[in-house]
């Protein structure tokens, strides 16, 4: 049988699993029980929320102790952010630098970076905005024609980055940019450097209304904006490398399939005690297809723990996990009482409004298959 | 997985691979019972698998002899072994002597009649269970039902006592209605099970979901080889997006109904494992259909032919996800559980952290 595609069974351990009660405890105790939203990664901001959870130590669990980071598992891990996922906890301001930035930093920052910025994020103090995509360049990201051209001290940045969540109101953006014109190897010559999004003259972030009505994504534009030379991420050059391993990171947790979670909650509170047999087989159906989901995801924690590069496992979660979250807001509204009540409706158009999304961010459904397909050699 | 398991399920591996050819299954479909396999079969243990000892089986873990069913799946072997295993499992369990040879299980689904009583150290059996798998080539028929609620009783009756009405499943496998009225089995041939038959019944319906993902990663593999081989356009069809995209789709679902039937396992060997099989027939029944189209879709004509051996699988695929429960019995049952539990103690039920 094919080796490609396998999904080792893997379970939380106990010390992960022990996490969970103080995580519920936490969240009813911070937020209360007003009605939630889901935990939408690019627009739940709330920084008090994101300092109370770092004053926890429940940001950068997994990084060393010099770092402030808490040397704990990604099974541990695994197990906070999915309570606080499917709890709808507003955890979108410091999302991308727990996930993201901040293990981008460890792997390939300077010393001087990481003794800056880790302890910072990890006190849930210091937020950081992705800066890959750009007007033209979106699923091609090799193309991104934003340049930064070596000055004395540092680099010169001239371009527009698109799509940066919370660029406007969070600290740092890891830019992606050329500090080569491209030649032969599109992927070479690609470098990443961090922008300070709060003081960096000839820096203008705009924000873009979404179709829900959020101004959640922004237009970065600079123009000859001056980065320090203390801010590049790796080695010039090495872009391409390190954007590769951040997407790693980016697509197989478990907000890859809970992003519509409080719908199927809304949902069973609708129907009630006495489901029909049609509306029980569609929440189990539901059941069926986040249980599995998220077995396939534990599996990729697994992987990550054992230090294994699991990019195209990673993408078929993301790809399994997103059709499911697109589809559970379609199906619900079919099965829901008609007397249903307004928090419902409210819970399933917030949804509906942002379910486009979930299908395009971190990789189009369409690039994932593509990779899939590569690690099926079928290219 | 222990390392007898490993040996038994490599030995099985080179078996079916060497054994379970095309021209067995087709012949296997026309009517003949691949009695040599079956022989090697029984050599190798394999209906036996999770019998104890002392009854001359192997004793393996339930979970670890039903996972051997990825393999049956795999070859789209035609014999009873699913069934077999299962059965001598439960009889060597409750101490009754097995009956030896392939077995079919009568464990009547919704529709169906069988019902037990105890006269003195007898049970009488009345009512039918229809489309029973493997009856016609079984050379004892276990008859598995409630003589009161909540305890699920084993019988064992010859095929003659019993068969009605002989037919096929969408596999090609023969299956059978099986009926009696006030059918007397003496002590000796029949024993309380220890358990529900909802127990029962849960079992043999992880056993067609392991054998739908193993079903799932073959048709994958042959689906993946034919578009690297298969040549339109001046190039291997594998280089079309469209093509490409429709098999990624695929090895999503064989993922999911492999990692859905192997977690139910896994809590089958932990001990509860109630939700985990209604989930893994569930998904794995869903991913049956979906992956069954796209393998076709990707074969074209070729794949509709009767000389592909792809219709070995996906025949079987669409047998199996019907067997035991089709996936809208399984999810409804867990969504009366979920209804049951409640809206706020949802995301405790999916996590099993109540």
Known sequence: MGQALTFDPVSLPEEAEALRGDVRRFVAETLGNEHRRNSDFGASHDPDFSRALGARGWIGMTWPSRYGGGERSFFERYVVTEELLAAGAPVGAHWIADRQSGPLLLRYGTEEQREFFLPRIVRGECFFSIGMSEPDSGSDLASVRTTATRVDGGWVVNGTKLWSSGAHRNHYMITLVRTEPQGENRHAGLSQLIVDLRDSEGLTVRPIANLAGDAEFNEVVFEDCFVPENRLVGEPGNGWAQVTSELGYERSGPERFLSAFRVFVELVREIGPEPTEHQAAVLGRFAAHMMTLRKMSISVAGMLQSNRNPVVEAALVKELGNNFERELPEIARLVAPASASALFRRTLEDTILHAPSFTIRGGTREILRGMIARGLGLR | ?354
């Open chain 2, 1 to 354: 997985m222990n390392e007898t398991t490993r040996m038994v399920e490599e030995a099985a591996e080179r078996l079916l691979r060497e054994h379970c050819t095309k021209e067995l299954v087709d012949a296997a479909e026309a009517g003949t019972f691949p009695e040599a396999l079956w022989r090697q079969l029984e050599e190798m243990g394999l209906p036996l698998a999770a019998a104890p000892e002392a009854a001359g089986g192997t004793a393996l873990p339930l979970a670890d002899a039903l996972g051997l069913l990825r393999l049956a799946g795999a070859h789209a072997l035609p014999l009873p072994l699913a069934d077999s295993l299962l059965a001598n499992a439960w009889l060597g369990a409750a101490g009754l002597p097995l009956p030896g040879g392939p077995l079919a299980v009568a464990l009547p689904g919704s529709g169906d009649t069988l019902r037990a009583e105890r006269q003195g150290d007898a049970l009488v059996l009345s009512g039918t269970v229809r489309g029973v798998s493997f009856a016609p080539w079984a050379r004892t028929v276990v008859l598995a039902c409630e003589s009161t609620p909540g305890e699920a009783v084993l019988a064992l009756a010859a095929p003659e006592e019993l068969l009605l009405d002989a037919g096929r499943n969408l596999a090609g496998e023969p299956t059978a209605a099986v009926g009696c009225t006030r059918l007397a089995i003496d002590a000796g041939r029949w024993t309380a099970a220890g358990c529900g038959l909802g127990t029962l019944r849960a079992q043999l319906a992880l056993s067609r979901a392991v054998l739908i993902s193993g079903a799932m990663q073959s048709i994958l593999d042959l689906s993946t080889s034919y578009a690297l081989e298969r040549r339109q356009f001046g190039r291997p069809i594998a280089a079309f997006q469209a093509v490409q995209q429709q098999l990624a789709v695929l090895a999503g679902e064989a993922a999911a109904a492999l990692r859905a039937a192997d977690g139910a396992l896994e809590a089958l060997a932990a001990g509860d494992a109630d939700d985990e099989i209604a989930v893994a027939k569930a998904r794995a029944g869903e991913a049956a259909g979906r992956g069954a189209e796209i393998a076709h879709q990707v074969h074209g004509a070729m794949g509709f032919t009767h000389e592909h051996r792809l219709h070995h699988r996906t025949r079987r695929l669409w047998a199996w996800r019907d067997e035991h429960g089709h996936e809208a019995e399984w999810q409804a049952r867990l969504g009366r559980r979920i209804c049951a539990a409640g809206p706020d103690a949802l995301w405790a039920v999916l996590t099993h952290s109540a």
